[in-house]
């Protein structure tokens, strides 16, 4: 991969925006396998993954808010899943978007829900964006030093294998989760924060 010019750099951040719509985490690794390869800069990739996760969470939420002005959109959308999170969702809405993030199979019904219940989309705008902030730092610095690390004996096969791994790991765990998945896996998120919080005070 040759490196980019500075006029590529929009295109290339367009591409990562783009391909947030598609499959977030595989677009991640493209981030990070333009930074190893192609001499992007962090931030460049950095503004053009987040805006792609806030914009593809904001266009679920749409079709929940849609869905509560057209009956033949609702019928498609609004299952028992969605009807069950209204309370839940309130009182956990960043940590649960976070999840949703990590976990496969969760995101869909969770901000069609955050739509259907009409979460105020300033809140769910701030929660997409910095849950969707660290989390994309974390994985694009950890995909970066693991494809760097695997290059040295893969070459160029090192992106496309850990493609197929990324793939693979959510298509196992893509089981789609319900609501139960949802409450349990964000209880214990929460109380790993307030067990680091507490050793911190």
């Known amino acids: 991969m040759q490196l980019l010019s ?7 951040a367009s591409a990562l925006f783009l391909g947030s719509f598609l499959q977030e985490d595989l677009a991640v ?55 069950n999170a209204r309370d839940w969702l309130s009182e956990h809405l960043f940590p649960a978007v976070f999840v949703c993030h990590v976990v496969p199979g969760l995101l869909w019904a969770t901000f069609i829900a955050c739509g259907w219940f009409r979460v105020p989309v300033r809140r769910f705008v701030l929660a997409s964006l910095v849950t969707a902030a660290a989390y994309i730092a974390v994985l694009l610095f950890l995909l970066v030093q ?48 307030r067990r680091v919080w507490s050793r911190r005070n």
Request: avoid cysteine; charge should be positive; aromatic fraction near 12%.
């Open 29 to 83: 690794l493209a981030g990070a396998a333009y930074i190893s390869e192609a001499g992007l800069p962090w931030p460049v990739a950095f503004a053009g993954l987040l805006s792609g996760f806030v914009a593809s969470d904001l266009a679920v939420y749409g079709l929940g808010r849609a869905a509560s002005r057209i009956p033949r959109l609702r019928g498609l959308l609004i299952t028992e899943r969605v009807q």
């Open 146 to 193: 693991f494809g760097q690390f695997i290059r040295q004996d893969l070459g160029y096969w090192a992106w496309g294998a850990l493609a197929a791994l990324l793939l693979a790991s959510g298509i196992l765990v893509k089981t789609r989760p319900g609501w139960a998945t949802l409450s349990k896996t964000v209880s214990r998120f929460n109380d790993l924060v």
């Open 6 to 12: 500075n006029s590529s750099w929009l295109g290339a």
